[in-house]
């Protein structure tokens, strides 16, 4: 019916400030929500047809098989909003079972959403897309101006929870909470702690797939930022941490070595790493206590392979 898009600004002075700031703490990291430029969308994408990488496709059946269950236990809402909606390939599930007037979808990268958002108010005669090309760790409550008054889903797939520490994951839930309104309801897809040799191969893909995504952040530094990394000097490393519950991904420099970025030098010794991403796994009742002391309160829950959907209302 009808589509809009808004792209808030801002992101460029966020990536010059984050990035120079990581590089320059002990250890070094930069934030995950910078692996999404076009690339890292397209490698993203990749990443989920691998065969080691089971959680999209598993996510899926588990939302297709249990659809009737999972839409008749929501009941009627006005509308779904997606943080991290990415390609906006799940939600067209829930937009089959739930036939919401309104679906709200957000992405820090604001041009390759809005390509994803767009034919969904073709394909779904009835249905006003708002696309918001945002940071919802800055902006999200910029957000609530575009939703529509009433019964809201907050739909959060694919595990994106996981990026968060516990302490983040509540104050994001929390914020997800107030966004919803009085009658909102929290969709959320998350990874299960399983065996660990099966999450070490989802995130060391035999076709360097996620070897490639990870470096494509020194690439987008290089061409966003003016740096002069050397991508053969880093080496994409992942590894599940069981004692932290949580995959990490690291970029570790293969020899000492100088760095420019945005006018700036950075020393890199051998070995020494760039931490570019944790992937927590979750137990059920480990999920739903941070869940819980954000304001959410278990309504129903699924379980398929290793993955979890849970779907929360509002507790206070
Ligand atoms: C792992 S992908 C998941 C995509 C999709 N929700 C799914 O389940 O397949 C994460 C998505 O969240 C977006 N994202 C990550 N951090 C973000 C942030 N702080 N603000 C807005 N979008 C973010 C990325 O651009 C990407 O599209």
């Not at 703490?25 to 430029?37: L, M, N, Q, V």
């Not at 496709?57 to 839409?71: K, P, S, Y």
């Not at 570790?252 to 010794?269: C, D, E, I, K």
Request: aromatic fraction near 10%; charged fraction near 25%.
């Amino acid at each position: 019916m009808s589509f809009t898009f808004k792209d808030f600004p801002a992101a460029c002075d966020d990536l010059r400030r984050d990035v120079l700031a990581g590089l320059a703490a002990r250890p070094k990291s930069i934030p995950p929500k910078y692996f999404y430029d076009e690339a890292g969308c397209r490698l993203f994408e990749s990443i989920c047809a691998q065969p080691e990488y089971t959680l999209t496709r598993t996510e899926e059946a588990l939302l297709r098989d249990r659809l009737g269950d999972i839409a008749a236990t929501i009941g009627p809402v006005d509308c779904i909003v997606e943080p991290g909606a990415g390609e906006c390939a799940k939600v067209r599930l829930l937009l089959e079972a739930l036939r919401p007037p309104h679906l709200v979808v957000l992405d820090i990268a604001g041009a390759p959403l809005a390509a994803a958002a767009e034919p969904l108010s073709r394909d779904y005669p009835g249905l006003a897309v708002t696309a918001l090309g945002m940071d919802f760790i800055h902006d999200l409550e910029a957000a609530t101006p575009w939703l529509p008054a009433g019964r809201r889903l907050i739909y959060y797939p694919g595990s994106s929870i996981g990026n968060f520490a516990p302490d983040a994951a509540t104050a994001l839930l929390t914020r997800f909470r107030q966004l919803a309104g009085a009658e909102g309801q929290l969709l959320i897809g998350f990874d299960l702690k399983k065996d660990p040799q099966r999450l070490h191969a989802a995130y060391n893909d035999a076709a360097g797939i996620t070897a490639a995504f990870n470096l494509n952040l020194l690439e987008r530094l290089n061409r966003e930022l003016d740096a002069d990394f050397d991508l053969a000097h880093f080496r994409h490393y992942a590894f599940y941490n069981p004692t932290a519950g949580r995959i990490e991904m690291h970029l570790v420099s293969l020899a000492g070595q100088h760095v420019t970025v945005a006018g700036r030098r950075f020393n890199f010794a051998l070995g020494e790493t760039l931490h570019t991403e944790d992937s927590y796994k979750f137990r059920r009742d480990e999920f739903s206590a941070i869940a819980t002391n954000a304001g959410w309160q278990l309504a129903a829950e699924w379980e398929h392979d290793g993955f979890a959907i849970h779907l929360y209302r509002g507790s206070r």
